[in-house]
């Protein structure tokens, strides 16, 4: 059965979380949405994604999860009031972060 997810803890450091995401966008190594997502874990660049549980659409939720097991990708879910802090477009549930300072992200698979 797929791994569903590892939840935000209660007391996730958000300032934290959004220090990540900031410097993954300064670097380049932020996918948005769910078309750059699924792109990036497809690659197998993926280092950590970062998936709202109040995403409305079940399918997207559902490809998420499946492509983060299948490339063994951590995927942390956190709640719809977290979301609301983090995320910093509106009706974006989902980032993958592939690249921060101090972590590289593996070699990008060249099997096409």
């Known amino acids: 059965m797929a791994d569903e997810g590892t939840p935000a803890p209660a007391g996730i450091p ?52 499946a492509l983060c097991n299948e490339h063994k990708t951590k995927l942390i879910e956190v709640p719809s009031r977290v979301s609301r802090n983090i995320f910093p477009l509106p009706r974006t549930f989902v980032f993958i972060v592939s690249y921060w300072t101090g972590q590289k992200s593996p070699q990008k698979r060249r099997d096409w």
């Open 14 to 65: 958000l300032d934290a979380v959004r220090e990540v995401l900031k410097t993954s966008l300064f670097h380049d190594g932020l996918s948005r949405g769910l078309h750059e997502s699924c792109k990036a874990l497809d690659r197998g660049n993926a280092l950590l994604c970062f998936l709202a549980v109040d995403c409305d659409q079940q399918e997207y939720t559902k490809l998420v999860k």
